[in-house]
Structures are given as C-alpha cells and as structure tokens.
C-alpha cells in the first residue's frame, strides 16, 4: 500500500511548497523508496495552457501532452522522472469531471453538492497515482490555507486524515516566519495563526517547515511546536539557500525525511545516497570560467515565464564548469540602433519562445546579429521561427517573409499554421503537444549534440515551418537536420557556416535534469564559452600587440 504525503503552505504564498515537495521526494527517492509527486491547483482553469505567462508562469509541457503548472518542471528535474496528466489537477478539472457525470445521470438524480461529491472526485484523483506502484504518493496543495478556493481540498485531506490509517497518512505545513528588523527578532505568531487556520478546518499537521532568513533558536522552534500542537523535532528550519538545489541537502540536515519515515512506519530504506547530487552541487558552486548569454524574450519581468529555460542553463553550467549567466533582454526594445550596444558583450544567444506579435521584429534583429557575428545561437519553438524569418528576409531577400500567425497577408508564409490546426477553434489542450520523434540528420551539428539519429522531444505549438520552401533554403546554407519520421516537419534547423547556429521548433528545456542535462543546452554551453575564451584570447593577442 502507498504511503500519502500532503503539502499545505500558510501565510503567503510563493513560500516555495514545490521545492520543499521536491526536496522531500528526492530524499526518500535517494533512500531507495518509489516516489512520485502531484500538484492540486485551486484555480477554475482546466488546465495553465490558455493563461498567459505574467498570471503563471510557464506552462509545462510533459511527454504525455499534458498542459500543467510549472511546479511538475520541478519534480522532473528533482526526481529524473517523467509526470503525466494525473500529477496534475485543478478545480477546473474536478468540477468538469463531476458536472460530465451529473449530465450522464451517474448521481442516480441526487443533488450534487461540494461535499461529498466534490471532495469524493477529489480523495479518488488523490489516491489515484497509488495504484501505480509507488511506495509514496506527495501530493502539493497549490494556494494557501483560508484561501476560499483551496477550502474543497483542505476538506478532503481532513477526510483521508480519517479514512486512512495513521500511519499511511502525513501532513507537512509550510510556513513563515518573519524576521522583524526593528524588535531583531523572528516572530512566530504568523506561524501559529496559519496553523490555527489549517485546524480549524479539522487538519493537523504532523511536521511543521518554517521558511525563514535566520536561524531557529530551539526557544522558537519549542514555542511553535507547543502553541502548533507537534513535537520539537517536527519543527523544520528552512533557510533562504543560495540555489534550490541545495535545499535537499537542507532538508536532509534537518532529518525531514528520516520524520516522515518515522511517522509512516516504513521499514525497508537504505540511507540516502546523494553522491551524484552533490557533485553536481559542486561543479555549480565553484566554477571554473564565466559566459554572458543574452535571452531575448518579452516576459523577462517575471522570470518563471522560462523557469526551464533558466534552470537547463544551471544543468548545462555545471557540466561545463561555467557559471552562465543570463543577461535578460526584453525583445521590445531592440532596434537597429541599438542592437550592437545590447548584444555586443554577450557570448551567446538564446531567443525564447512565446506567442503573438509583440516584440518579434526584435527577436529577428537578435537572431541577424548572431548569424552575422558568429556568435553562437540556440532559438526555441518561436525563436526558430524568428531564425528562419530573418533568413529568409535577409539572406533569400523575400522582404516580406512572415510567420501567418503575425501576418496572415504575407507573400510569403515561410511559417504557416499547420494543416490540422487550421479547422480549430477551441484553444485549450489543441496544440501540438507532448512527445515526437525526431530523424536526425549524419553528420550535422545536431548529430555531433545528441550523438544518434533518433531523438523524441516534447512540443507546444500550432505553427511549423513552410517545407514548400525548404529546398531554397538548403541550397543558401539553412540545413533542415532534423525532421520528424512521419509528417516531415522540419524540427531542427542549422547553418552550417556558422561555430552555432541551432533552431528547434521543441522545447529541450522540458528535458533538463540535474542527473541528466540536456545536451542540446550542454553544447550551447560549451559553444558560448569557446567563444568567450577566443574573444578574451584576441583582446590579449591585441594589448600585448599595442604595449609592443
């Protein structure tokens, strides 16, 4: 029988649930326990795929073409596993199943009510991923506690608190504890309110992790465990880390999951083996060089908009023994004035994905750069199109070239909606989504990255490019080097006179884990940093050269 962890969060949000649901995972994972995680959002929503990013962030995509919250990233990139469309639920969702029920007469002409219909879909989406074998099934609540949304969800844990054995039940609150400059000291009365709250609503909780800048005194972890109804040791300090990468390492210091092994009455673990882990941590923490790499986007002010993107760099960073660090570049704001002044000191580029007009025309400024100054060049799902765009433009000289998603009146539509999607209104869960195999062509430079010629990557997008015009592109320079086996479409475009010039129509971010990172980004990486090491070289060639 599966063992259930539940994740609450009190008095604010963004107190980071998901990492703390990771960093437990991957502990008990590294104890040898069959682990896997699932994020219950309180949002009406069926699924993240139609909000837009400045609401929530990035979209994930996993292999099996669910659209989910980006928390699942984190789980994936923790664990080295793949989720699916059951580890991730919404209110949405819930309701939608419940009403489809309702209209098949399913409820025997009952009145539907919160409880115990609600709560019941919710219990059984709950208990669902541990039928599959697990030893652990964490479940992330999303929100906060007295948040009216989340009320049908605090409802069903307080059941399955009831339902199930002690011992196969756990709850974890996370919580804050502020730091107050003016009395200089931590205050533990938000904590107590938030638990109260969660009481109130008839759940305990048996640990209690507390987010804090400063150390907790065993006074105030004593005062919480008293006034929070847990013993001392289940009070668990989580301190701001300097990456979420260490918090594992923290969590494991604190001994959260030798708790919750205790309180779930596990027998058979091994002691955790985080060897792997923590060479990763210090090829991440003591690099050996630096790159600049501007990515050009037009959500860089809220960073979880490519939360992949940035985290595959972190991968890919350590690998090398490079500190990468992303200079945000907001794609509105280049011109050709000024495009020499912002990329001028970079080392690589990396234009981002997205949807709409908005800030195209300087993502394609980004990419003529690049491809005009050799400097190395990954472009994702849209920024392969603003790369095939702007050589179209300015190397085949079809002056119009255009994307039918910006221009539907463009002569010449070197990206163009795919056929199935034209008859398609509906936006939600419509795209291309998921995982598809990808023919690699010998000898490219892709082939040199992935080292076969069989790949499968996961999408989200609705427009392709153009093969009607793949042939004039070829015979100027821009290989098509990887296309999908079945359908044709072009998935990876190059140029072949170029140190790095790599467009996707995928996402390889999805892919990027600390165990496994994407190669496609680790020879980014590596390409940015040969760069930098040939242009630091020539400027010391050019000083020995005047002092002569």
């Known amino acids: 029988m599966a063992k259930y962890i539940f994740v609450t969060g009190g008095v604010t949000s963004s107190l980071g649930k998901g990492i703390i649901s990771a960093s437990l995972a991957k502990l008990l994972q590294a104890r040898g326990l069959k682990v896997t995680i699932q994020k219950f959002d309180p949002y009406i929503n069926i699924d993240p795929g139609t909000l837009n990013p400045y609401e929530h962030g990035e979209c994930y995509v996993t292999e099996d073409g669910a659209e989910t919250d980006l928390d699942l990233g984190h789980y994936e990139r923790f664990l080295n596993i793949f989720t699916s469309q059951a580890n991730n639920v919404t209110t949405g969702r ?29 219990k059984r989406r709950m208990l669902l991923l541990g039928k599959e074998g697990f030893d652990i099934v964490i479940t992330e609540l999303g929100g906060t506690v007295g948040d009216i949304e989340s009320l049908p969800f605090i409802e069903a844990v307080r059941q399955l608190q009831w339902e199930l054995p002690d011992e196969d039940c756990l709850v974890v609150h996370l919580t804050l504890v502020p730091y107050l400059k003016a009395a200089k000291e931590l205050k533990t009365k938000p904590t107590q309110h938030s638990v109260k709250l969660l009481s109130q609503e008839g759940v305990n909780p048996d640990v209690i992790v507390c987010r804090t800048e400063r150390p907790l005194t065993p006074e105030i972890r004593r005062k919480i465990a008293l006034f929070c109804n847990v013993k001392t040791d289940a009070v668990i300090e989580s301190a701001d880390a300097s990456t979420i990468y260490e918090v594992p ?14 309180k779930l009455a596990i027998q058979n673990y091994n002691e955790p083996d985080l ?6 941590l210090d090829k991440l923490k003591y690099p050996k060089s630096k790159v600049n790499i501007g990515l050009i986007g037009k959500y860089i002010e809220l960073q979880d908009a490519y939360k992949s993107i940035l985290e595959s760099f972190v991968h890919a ?4 023994e490079c500190n990468v660090n992303v200079i945000n570049i907001h794609s509105e704001f280049i011109s050709a004035e000024n495009v020499n002044d912002k990329l001028g000191t970079l080392d690589g580029l990396l234009v981002a994905p997205g949807f709409g007009l908005r800030g195209t025309e300087g993502k394609i400024l980004a990419v003529k750069y690049a491809r005009e100054n050799g400097l190395p060049f990954l472009g994702i799902c849209l920024g392969m199109q603003m790369s095939v765009i702007e050589f179209a433009r300015n190397v085949l000289h079809l002056k119009d070239a255009h994307s039918t998603e910006m221009d539907s009146n463009t002569t010449h539509a070197v990206i163009d909606l795919m056929e199935e999607q034209k008859k398609i209104t509906s936006k939600g869960g419509t795209m291309r989504l998921g ?34 015009y793949l042939s004039s592109f070829e015979e100027n320079g821009m290989i098509a080097s990887g296309r999908n086996p079945g359908s044709g479409l072009v998935e990876i475009i190059e140029l072949a006179n170029h140190p790095f010039f790599i467009g996707v129509q995928y996402h ?4 990027s884990t600390v165990e496994t990172p994407h190669p496609l980004f680790v020879s980014f990486v590596k390409a940015a940093k040969d760069f930098a090491e040939d242009k630091n070289a020539s400027k010391k060639h050019t000083l020995q050269g005047e002092m002569i």
């Open 94 to 122: 819930i309701y939608q199943t419940v009403i489809n029920k309702e209209r098949e007469g399913a409820y025997l002409g009952k009145t539907v009510q919160v409880i115990p219909h609600i709560t019941d879909e919710i």
């Open 317 to 320: 960073g350590a690998v090398n």
């Open 435 to 468: 995982a598809y195999p990808c023919d690699v062509k010998e000898g490219s430079r892709a082939y040199q990255v992935y080292g076969t010629t069989s790949i499968s990557e996961r999408h989200r997008h609705r427009w392709e490019f153009n093969n009607a």
């Open 508 to 511: 390889p971010e999805l892919k």
């Open 275 to 280: 060897g792997r882990w923590k060479e990763f």
């Open 249 to 262: 390492l923290n969590m494991m210091r604190e001994k959260l999951d030798q708790i919750c092994i205790k």
